[in-house]
């Protein structure tokens, strides 16, 4: 069975920053397109950033400039680097990937990290 267990949240000040991972473990194949979003408390979840397996990036147009997701495929691991986080960064952060097995290509959901930003 495949997961995706994330890592690296906490509590930051805000201007502060975190640096957030996740690996994906399991018997797999290859894994395509990897992604971070977030989901504040009463809100829908959202997305934050994706990237492909050859690296091209896409960002949610509030995490521009600040947020930076990265990949290293030998590891089968997706990171994202938060910079200038803001107390409405808050939220649990969400790794997702899609990920092709033996059982096909699924979409998969890590369990999530919190992120609180607060003096």
């Known amino acids: 069975q495949v997961q995706l267990v994330e890592s690296g949240g906490g509590l930051v000040q805000p201007g502060g920053s975190l640096r957030l991972s996740c690996a994906a473990s399991?018997?797999?194949?290859?894994?395509?397109?990897m992604g971070w979003y977030r989901q504040a408390p009463g809100r829908e979840r959202e997305l934050v950033a994706t990237?492909?397996?050859?690296?091209?990036?896409t960002y949610a147009d509030s995490m521009k400039g600040r947020f930076t997701i990265s990949r290293d495929n030998a590891k089968s691991t997706v990171y994202l680097q938060m910079n200038s986080l803001k107390p409405e960064d808050t939220a649990v952060y969400y790794c997702?990937?899609?990920?092709?097995?033996?059982?096909?290509?699924?979409?998969?959901w890590g369990q999530g990290t919190q992120v609180t930003v607060s003096s």
């Open positions: 997702n990937a899609d990920i092709h097995s033996i059982r096909g290509i699924r979409n998969s």
């Open positions: 399991g018997s797999f194949f290859a894994i395509n397109t």
């Open positions: 990237i492909t397996r050859v690296g091209t990036t």
